[in-house]
């Protein structure tokens, strides 16, 4: 099972800040470096604000050697899926092939408005024309044109270039929902991710996910969890940690990744026996390093 670090920027984090997270991440031995894409702080003032997802993952590609990078998730609505495709080709290119996109069809309508970014009802529709785009120009062969006619966005004798490093670049596509969305992860992804979800409810996604991959004749989807993680090595520590994030230490215990140190390695364990490939862990304060390597000492 693989292990990585998930973050918040937008909740305020500069691009030194997220560089020294994401380095401490790749040191201790953490399989990816992963962050959400937003543009408003969902609670405090967010400052110094935004800082764009791919602009970042660009920077981090040239900072650091090993660790996979990618997004948790973008939205399908923040940019054009040609030039989405383009992006993350030049990144995955600029880190020697270790990007991951994250695609979703984007929730938070406040942070569309403050942009002038538009919001429409069906972001669904939307999301299945960007797999189709994204995934069939990586794919077009080099010397090939790629052609899309859809409701949403039309490509003529695209030359799909430039093309990632890696053979395929990983998709992931995550969300509760209970059938568009694992039936185009199964379609259009390489996991399938559930965030936040414990117990019978995770169980149950996972359930749709697995039986999406079969109806698609698919055996290789892989399944994964996002859970808001806080951990300390005595409770005095972990409650002091979750009340610097304002997170209610009682809820991140019962259903997130809360508590003492073998509380949630054990925990993460039965993740794992449960069918977890990877297990991201929403780490919100980024200046608390040593949370890191609390959680590689525990975990890894």
């Known amino acids: 099972m693989e292990l990585c670090v998930f973050t ?26 992963f962050r959400s894409d937003h543009l408003l702080a969902m609670s405090g003032d967010g400052l110094p604000g935004p800082t764009d997802a791919w602009t970042t993952l660009a920077g981090l590609a040239r900072e650091t050697s090993r660790v996979r990078l990618g997004t948790l998730v973008s939205s399908v609505t923040f940019r054009h899926p040609g030039l989405l495709a383009m992006q993350v080709a030049q990144v995955d290119a600029m880190s020697g092939g270790r990007v991951e996109l994250g695609l979703g069809a984007g929730w938070f309508a406040a942070e569309h408005l403050a942009y002038g970014i538009p919001f429409p009802e069906r972001r669904f529709d939307l999301l299945e024309e960007a797999l189709e785009i994204v995934t069939g120009l990586w794919s077009t062969e080099v010397g090939d044109t790629y052609a899309f ?11 799909a270039l430039p093309k990632p490093v890696q053979q395929r670049v990983p998709v992931i596509v995550g969300g509760t929902g209970a059938k568009r969305t694992p039936a185009l992860a199964a379609e259009f992804a390489t996991e399938y991710n559930v965030p936040w979800a414990d117990g019978d409810d995770l169980e149950r996604a996972w359930g749709r996910g697995r039986a999406a991959a079969d109806a698609a004749g698919r055996d290789d989807l892989r399944l994964s969890v996002a859970k808001q993680t806080v951990v300390g090595r005595t409770e005095a520590e972990f409650r002091r940690r979750a009340e610097a994030i304002g997170a209610d230490p009682d809820e991140l215990r019962a259903t997130q990744l809360g508590g ?20 991201y862990l929403q780490t919100i304060d980024m200046t608390d390093l040593d949370h890191l390597d609390l959680l590689a000492a525990t975990l890894l």
């Open 8 to 33: 918040e920027p937008q909740q305020g984090a500069s691009y030194d800040l997220q560089l020294a997270h994401a380095q401490a991440a790749e040191a201790l031995g953490f399989t990816g470096w």
């Open 149 to 159: 006619d859809g409701v949403h966005w039309r490509l003529e004798e695209s030359p």
């Open 260 to 279: 003492t140190a073998n509380e949630v390695a054990d925990r993460v364990a039965a993740l794992g026996e449960a069918g977890a490939v990877r297990v």
